[in-house]
């Protein structure tokens, strides 16, 4: 089953027939935050290529989307989050500027963040979006360490180029390092 503001997808994939939404979900997390509203055109063929992605598939630790705004990445975002939970893997999703927010937070209380660094997929939409300081863009760079260290995938949405995203994390070396 699939949100209602999804089904275009849906009906657009299975050339327009109609499909019956089923009462109860196996993916509850993604009902509960898959935004309402999702765009009506894409690139089919990307999404399923996208939403073929797993955990480790293609030799690959992650999965990074890159596009102009309107271009379909948040869609595809969502269709893999709902993919991987129906499979028992249920991501943390959540947008670069909440993630701004937490490091943010965490960084000046000096908490820990082990919640993003041990979680089985972490999915960031929009990333160079978030205001970064040097304190946040330091602990986003040990996140990213961390994840890389136990071989856990990430996947992002950005619509800012290689070096664009190296520029908005303050120092060029920890730009270079969070990029990598």
């Known amino acids: 089953s699939v949100c209602e503001n999804c089904m275009g997808l849906v009906r657009l994939h299975y050339g327009g ?17 898959c935004p309402p509203r999702m765009p009506d055109v894409i690139d089919i063929r990307a999404l399923e290529r996208v939403v073929s992605w797993r955990p480790n598939s293609y030799g690959a630790k992650g999965l990074a989307l890159k596009g102009p705004s309107g271009s379909g ?8 989050a709902r993919a991987l939970e129906s499979e028992g893997r249920t991501p943390v999703t959540i947008t670069a500027v909440e993630l701004g927010r937490i490091l943010s ?5 000096i ?16 990333l160079g979006k978030e205001k970064s300081t040097p304190a946040m863009a330091a602990l986003l760079w040990e996140v990213l360490d961390k994840r890389y260290g136990r071989g856990l995938p990430m996947v992002i949405t950005t619509r800012f180029s290689g070096a664009e995203l190296r520029g ?8 270079d390092d969070i990029c990598r």
């Open 73 to 80: 990445k948040t869609t595809a975002y969502w269709c893999l």
């Open 105 to 109: 937070k965490a960084a000046r209380d």
């Open 168 to 175: 908005r994390f303050g120092e060029e070396s920890l730009g």
């Open 111 to 126: 908490e820990a963040v082990d919640w993003l660094c041990g979680c089985a997929v972490l999915m960031v939409d929009d």
């Open 17 to 33: 027939e109609q499909v019956q939404d089923a009462q109860s979900s196996g993916t509850p997390s993604w009902d509960e935050k």
